[in-house]
């Protein structure tokens, strides 16, 4: 009995992975291709690579085979419910590992990413650790848009406890058995399809938080994170806001009469701001139209997503 016991424990430590990196992906093929060649070559036979498609009807499975083909331990997966919260689920139950690394579909990773989410493991003593994100464009950035749109905001210059809506899902380290103790990701949040959505990360990150479970910061857990090219547009920087304002609703348990007083306090204010800006349209030879619109109805579409 003891000898089958030790075998049974000799298989399952060489079935199980120090780590399965999660690529949720949805009809976005050619950037899939430049975030697993960014991975590929920083693998080893301990590390498993999963990409959950999420209903895609591009070339995404025919990209993902060729990769299975050539790669030990890298998994397609096809999960048919659409929306980011489904995909990045059906990743923690197939995962072999007891951590797992969330990666957008649109980020290219760091030379040393994965060393150091290994480096991160070891440490151990911790539940969740957010990485920073740069951004880039895949064209010429638009003069309107500042410099470090799309860049995280970074939290500290080392490693350090943080609060829950500090990691972003686009870099997020995972272990595995909290996340699954903390319910998983809410289908009610993130993205649907091509439809802006937000924080099921944080949403689920502040269930973690509740629950007592450790939240870290890593600024050397580090992408490039694509500013895609609708949020370089006033109607998608709009879109984006008000998704965000929806996403935000877990955070709050405002009645019913405050939330709307804030939401009709928001919309006169654009009254306000359109003043403030005329003064600075006057004033400012580096003003843009565009940052006038955004900023003038952004707050009310954001409050107005809170409903």
């Given amino acids: 009995m003891n000898y089958v016991i030790l075998a049974f424990s000799l298989l399952n430590s060489f079935l199980l992975m120090d780590l399965t990196v999660i690529i949720c992906t949805f009809n976005r093929a050619k950037l899939l291709e430049l975030c697993l060649q960014s991975i590929v070559y920083q693998l080893n036979n301990q590390i498993e690579v999963l990409v959950v498609d999420n209903g895609s009807t591009d070339m995404t499975k025919a990209l993902s085979l060729r990769f299975v083909d050539k790669i030990d331990n890298f998994r397609y997966i096809y999960e048919p419910t ?6 990045r689920n059906r990743g923690i139950n197939e995962a072999n590992a007891d951590w797992v690394l969330f990666l957008d579909d649109d980020a290219k990773a760091f030379p040393d990413l994965i060393s150091r989410a290994l480096e991160l493991i070891k440490m151990g003593n911790f539940n969740c650790v957010g990485g920073m994100y740069y951004g880039y464009f895949e064209d ?3 003069d309107w848009v500042s410099p470090d749109y799309g860049t995280q905001v970074k939290y500290s210059e ?4 943080c609060p829950y809506n500090v990691p972003h899902g686009c870099i997020v380290l995972y272990d595995k058995a909290a996340v699954i103790e903390a319910g998983q990701f809410s289908p009610d949040f993130g993205m649907t399809g091509n439809t802006f959505g937000y924080a099921e990360e944080t949403e689920l990150q502040k269930r973690m938080e ?4 450790r939240i870290l910061f890593d600024p050397e857990l580090k992408i490039h994170h694509l500013v895609q090219p609708r949020k370089l547009t006033v109607k998608g920087r709009l879109n984006q806001v008000y998704a965000l304002g929806k996403g935000h609703k877990y955070k709050f348990s405002d009645p019913f009469l405050k939330r709307s007083l804030q939401c009709i306090r928001s919309f006169f204010g654009i009254f306000y701001r359109l003043i403030k800006y005329s003064f600075k349209l006057i004033k400012q030879k580096d003003f843009f139209w565009q940052n006038f619109i955004i900023d003038s109805i952004g707050p009310f579409l954001y409050y107005l997503g809170r409903f």
């Fill in 82 to 87: 659409i929306g980011l919260s489904h995909a």
């Fill in 140 to 142: 010429k950035k638009p």
């Fill in 158 to 161: 080392i490693l350090t406890d």
């Fill in 210 to 213: 509740n629950m007592g479970k």
